[in-house]
């Protein structure tokens, strides 16, 4: 299929710097949205659920909305999918700075403008990212070049994250939100959240325009079918593969082990550690190793095959954790979990993505049409409804369990909350994440769709 040219490295560091920016915003986002929810805001543990799960669900709701849309949608200049990190990433940095504004409103008035903002900045998020999912499907046909985007998207991911991690809280010790003893300071910091967000903002953007201004689409359709595609025709393109069946449940794994790290981890280091600070080096050392694992995903990939590589993360993944379940208190087993899990994403993070490029090809050649967009935004509905799940799952638990943002020390059973949602829960799902990998035969139809593809040429 090495029918466009070869991807050059600026465009690629491209792919990196959009990926880049908007883990930054990511990280702080899922770190601290929770946290200055309840902790800033002060909005009852409750609420706060609430407040996320619907957010979540109706990000999940216009993903495949959005991605019908662009299905059946041309930009002028004849694009489907770049246009989108130009257009819309301004307001989606306008409501990140508001997703971390305190209006000074009342409780109830407080709620329902958190919901509101909370719903729009996920309608951006999702709009701006239908690019950041399916172009490295349009702009090669090449699998080692599709890979190598992957992987320098993952490698943007991680350095992003990491930034995140480690600067993140110094810039909001330096606003006036963290005090120097690493914890909220007394007055509730919220004009050092709101100073931070502008920041992020203005690295959504940037990240937004270098995407924009280095990447192309290439890859041309093997039918010049124009006509609109009908809901019932993309359900149906999507249920009879096989592979995209897997690979959204090999997704929607990696999603929820990821939010479960990412929204646990305050909690864990303020109080199990004692320092809300100590989260940051927990993710440091998380995404370092995410770093690592990225540059051999394709040597992983290459040598033990699709299956087997997706194999080796989940086991890693799992076997990272014994030591955290049996002593969830040492902070040498918390690392060795962060570490271990870093490894796993890496290589899941690349390869899902290469399989969802590989889905793309094998429904065109056996349906005849293209859908990039909804093979990123279909699975993403699954995933997002899953993360949202498992977030009020979190949530309700520690509320039942008798959390209390005013208690310096939480009680056993919410100590408790926290370690399984860290330990025993993520090993189950990454079982699980196991098994999808273990029957997904998407190389296998990649090649027979490959030669179909040569015949259609041809």
């Not at 489907?80 to 008035?109: E, H, N």
């Not at 290469?354 to 049409?369: A, F, H, S, T």
């Amino acid at each position: 299929m090495n029918e466009t040219p070869r991807i050059k490295i600026g465009e690629k560091l491209g792919f990196g710097a959009f990926s880049c920016s908007s883990n930054i915003t990511y990280i702080f986002k899922n770190t601290y949205y929770l946290f200055f929810l309840t902790n800033v805001l002060e909005v009852d543990m409750f609420w706060a659920g609430i407040i996320l799960t619907i957010g979540m669900i109706w990000d999940a709701v216009n993903d495949p909305l959005l991605g019908f849309w662009s299905v059946n949608h041309r930009f002028k200049s004849g694009e489907q999918m770049r246009p989108f990190a130009l257009w819309y990433s301004i307001p989606w940095g306008i409501l990140t700075v508001m997703l971390f504004t305190d209006f000074g409103t009342t409780k109830r008035l407080t709620i329902i403008l958190a919901i509101t903002v909370y719903v729009l900045f996920e309608v951006f998020n999702t709009i701006t990212g239908i690019p950041y999912n399916s172009m490295s499907g349009l702009a090669t046909d090449n699998d080692a070049d599709r890979r190598s985007i992957n992987i320098f998207r993952n490698i943007g991911a991680g350095l992003g994250s990491g930034v995140g991690a480690v600067a993140c809280l110094p810039l909001l010790r330096i606003f006036g939100a963290i005090g120097e003893d690493g914890n909220l300071i007394k007055d509730g910091g919220s004009r050092g959240f709101f100073i931070v967000g502008v920041i992020m903002a203005i690295i959504v953007l940037a990240g937004s325009f270098v995407h924009y201004f280095t990447t192309r689409e290439r890859v041309i359709p093997i039918s010049e079918e124009d006509e609109h595609i009908s809901v019932k025709r993309v359900v149906g393109m999507l249920v009879r593969c096989k592979s995209w069946w897997l690979n959204t449940l090999y997704f929607v794994c990696y999603g929820v082990i990821n939010m479960l790290l990412m929204t646990t981890v305050t909690y864990y280091s303020t109080y199990m550690l004692g320092n809300t600070s100590a989260a940051t080096m927990i993710q440091a050392a998380f995404l370092l190793a995410n770093i690592g694992g990225s540059f051999i995903v394709s040597a992983v990939d290459k040598r033990l095959g699709r299956r087997k590589a997706m194999l080796l993360g989940t086991a890693v993944a799992i076997l990272g954790k014994v030591w955290f379940i049996i002593v969830p208190s040492s902070v040498g087993a918390m690392y060795v979990n962060a570490i271990s899990l870093g490894l796993s994403v890496a290589l899941a993070f690349v390869l899902l993505n290469v399989n969802r490029n590989e889905i793309v090809d094998i429904i065109e050649v056996d349906e005849g049409r293209r859908i990039d967009s909804m093979i990123a935004t279909t699975d993403n509905l699954v995933n997002k409804l899953a993360v949202a799940g498992m977030t009020q799952v979190f949530t309700l638990s520690l509320a039942v369990a008798g959390f209390d943002a005013k208690l310096p020390v939480q009680s056993d059973a919410v100590i408790n909350v926290i370690t399984l949602m860290m330990g025993w829960v993520p090993v189950i799902i990454t079982a699980i994440m196991g098994v999808a990998a273990f029957f997904l035969t998407i190389e296998k139809e990649h090649a027979v769709a490959i030669e179909k593809r040569r015949s259609y040429k041809g």
